[in-house]
């Protein structure tokens, strides 16, 4: 492959060589192109002078060429000087030589050669250093390696000047002029560089115009500080520039007795093709009490007009108090800050403190139901009728007081059935159920309150048929409340069917006490979909939060 493209360029190269094309030039006259792309690789260059190595368009990756441990990057400017002298070789296998030739021995050397100053919107004329020194066969000119006659612009080369018909400001740069020459019969290219610089004129048009400061300003400063007088102007491109920053110090304020004063070097930026601003400063190394009964001026002038502004000093009172009035008032924000939080957040750190870290005790006989279960069958009732929860083997406490596995034989008997007959029939806890222990014909809120009252502890069983009963949601708040006022009663919430503390509020929507509730109440979340070990791992869990059974806590009171 890589035979095959080296044929291909020498055969292009042949071509060239031997059929000189024809193009059009000089703004609409015909003149005959040199061979432009033919690229000796052998290249003559003068120190000091800009140079860049040639790249071959053909390759797909960025050329670089070596010279031992070096490497120099194909379409990147440098300056040439002796010791980048030598032979290099590329990855592909090209040659090339570069010879750097020092000023002194050239022919004729003149320095402005190097250098161009064209007009924006004007033709402008780039000549080739050197070009009448030597016995040239023709010049090709390039900006970076692409030659000036392949470009999309109206120009021509004629007797080693480049004429660029209409100047644009993309046309600064660096600019070769290639031409072949012969020594002892071994051909090279002799490359010189022209620096070309585009100017939109080569006067200045108006006077300065001051930027900062402003009129009559007053700046503030601290005595025994020092402090920078600034002045940004802005200025006319010129190409003989005359113009000039100064400050000056009115004794008492006296315009007529002025004192120039001391300034750092003036910094110069090109803004637009046309402006240059300039920013002078003075620096007053300590501010003293003279200095604030003086008045400073800032002079700006060039060739056509001259502008100035004066400005003075004021002292800058300083803060005394300000850190005795700074602390107590940060320090009065951060309380009110956390006061604002602890009340917005109070309902909800009673109830985790309450429900986590506060536990009363009960009395044998003080209570008359262990558990209060509330829940919504979300089931057909023919199904709750007829379905039987199947255990594989009782529940039971090992001696070392573990709780062994619960398996059930059936993943699709609801938690609603399976809880009761848990908490009643396995573990032996006094459960109470509304539709089986509260006597029919009473005040439904009366007996919700008596029975949770009656309660050591209150489990909800929540799905999303809970939330749609008000009756159901009606026992969730009073169980809340009565835990903010007691602290003998314990809250666990069951969550079912895919719900959680984020899930979509009904409409109505909840009452806000139940709301914050739902976020920090102790809870289980129970699902039918899960492994037997997480199933065992629920029962686990809810025998580890449920409260002491009544003859074990009897006992315990007992030996207290």
């Known amino acids: 492959m890589w035979l095959r493209k080296q044929s291909v360029r020498t055969g292009f190269l042949l071509f060239y060589f031997l059929f000189p094309t024809i193009s059009e030039g000089c703004c609409g006259q015909k003149q005959r192109r040199t061979i432009a792309d033919q690229q000796l690789n052998r290249y003559k260059v003068v120190e000091g002078e800009a140079f860049m190595m040639p790249c071959d368009t053909s390759m797909e990756f960025p050329m670089k060429w070596f010279k031992a441990d070096k490497g120099k990057e194909c379409g990147k400017e440098f300056v040439a000087e002796v010791e980048d002298c030598g032979a290099y070789r590329s990855l592909a296998g090209s040659n090339l030589t570069l ?27 780039i000549r080739c250093p050197g070009y009448t020194c030597y016995n040239n066969t023709g010049v090709v000119w390039y ?15 004629n007797e080693g000047q480049l004429r660029l018909c209409t100047v644009y400001k993309e046309d600064r740069g660096v600019y070769y002029c290639d031409r072949q020459i012969s020594e002892q019969g071994i051909p090279w290219t ?35 500080q020092p402090h920078t007088l ?9 190409v003989n520039i005359s113009r000039k920053v100064q400050w000056f110090m009115n004794h ?6 002025t004192t120039p004063l001391h300034m750092e070097p003036p910094q110069e930026k090109q803004v637009m093709l046309q402006t240059i601003e300039v920013t002078q400063k003075s620096i007053i190394k300590e501010v003293t009490p003279q200095h604030l009964k003086h008045t400073y001026t800032c002079f700006a002038g ?30 009065f924000v951060l309380v009110a800050g956390l006061g604002i939080i602890l009340h917005i957040k109070w309902l909800e750190l009673q109830l985790i403190y309450r429900s986590h870290f506060q536990f009363g005790k009960h009395k044998e006989g003080e209570k008359e139901f262990d558990v209060f279960v509330s829940y919504v069958w979300t089931v057909p009732s023919a199904e709750v009728a007829n379905g039987l929860a199947r255990f594989s083997k009782p529940y039971s406490d090992a001696e070392e007081g573990c709780l062994s596995t619960v398996k059930m034989q059936s993943s699709e008997e609801p938690i609603e059935m399976l ?7 396995r573990w032996g806890y006094r459960v109470c159920l509304l539709e089986r222990d509260i006597l029919p014909g009473g005040a439904y809120t009366n007996d919700v309150v008596l029975t949770i009252n009656r309660s050591r502890m209150l489990i909800c069983v929540l799905s999303a048929e809970y939330f749609a009963s008000d009756n159901a949601v009606f026992v969730l708040e009073s169980g809340v409340k009565a835990l903010l006022q007691t602290s003998a009663l314990k809250m666990l919430l069951v969550w079912t069917g895919g719900t959680s503390p984020s899930f979509i509020q009904p409409e109505p929507p909840l009452p806000k006490l139940v709301q914050k509730a739902l976020k920090v109440l102790p809870s289980l979340q129970w699902s039918t ?26 006992s315990h009171l007992e030996r207290s």
């Open 143 to 157: 900006k970076k390696n692409k030659a000036v006659s392949a470009q999309r612009r109206t120009s021509c080369e």
């Open 190 to 224: 002799f490359r010189r560089a022209v620096n070309v610089t585009v100017v939109p004129h080569l006067n200045a048009s108006s006077s300065p115009q001051l930027k900062y400061p402003s009129a009559n300003m007053t700046e503030e400063v601290e005595l025994g």
């Open 419 to 425: 809880l009761p007959q848990v908490l009643e029939d």
């Open 99 to 125: 010879h750097v030739i020092n000023r002194t021995s050239l022919r004729c050397f003149q320095h402005s050669e190097s250098s161009a100053m064209l007009l924006v919107g004007e033709g402008g004329l």
């Open 529 to 554: 979909d899960v492994s037997s070990t997480a199933v065992g791992s629920f029962w686990i869990s809810l025998r580890k939060a449920m409260p002491v059974q009544a003859s074990r806590l009897a």
């Open 252 to 257: 008492d304020g006296d315009v007529e007795n």
């Open 230 to 238: 600034m002045c940004e102007v802005m200025f006319d491109f010129e």
């Open 302 to 331: 060039n060739v056509i007009g001259n502008n100035s502004v004066t400005i003075k000093l004021q002292n800058k009172i300083r803060a005394r108090w300000t850190s005795l009035i700074g602390y107590p008032v940060a320090c």
